[in-house]
């Protein structure tokens, strides 16, 4: 959106993974938000036109919106990690990236759309 930065950090010896959330222009920082372990991410996009963030755990993906980035939903990854995040630009669509397979769901209506197959390995 252009007026926040956010990072995802891993898990490291004895500490929990997180997200650290910044103002783009001042450096201000504005929240972390801990996390259920997570061994591939945690994972973290932005919207590129609308105010949305979606970020990942071991078990589930969940989505914030600002100032507060408090969740707004949340998305249960049936057991399989996602590997990576995407949002469109509008923030209706999430690709999510599961073993070799990416998911792309439909946040207007919840519905997982026809996954996008034939990867060679992991993505």
């Not at 252009?2 to 001042?26: C, N, R, Y």
């Not at 989505?63 to 509008?90: H, K, M, N, Q, Y």
């Amino acid at each position: 959106d252009s007026k926040t930065l956010a990072a995802a950090v891993k898990m490291v010896a004895g500490s929990q993974p997180f997200i650290d959330i910044w103002e783009a222009d001042s450096g201000k920082h504005i929240k972390s938000i801990a996390l259920t372990q997570a061994t591939l991410g945690p994972c973290v996009a932005f919207a590129r036109n609308e105010p949305l963030l979606a970020y990942s755990t071991k078990d589930d993906i969940e989505t914030a919106r600002p100032v507060s980035f408090d969740s707004i939903d949340r998305i249960v990854t049936e057991g399989i990690e996602p590997a990576g995040l995407a949002l469109s630009p509008d923030g209706t669509l999430l690709a999510v990236s599961q073993s070799d397979v990416i998911h792309l769901l439909d946040l207007t209506g919840k519905e997982d759309r026809k996954p996008l197959r034939g990867q060679v390995g992991p993505i």
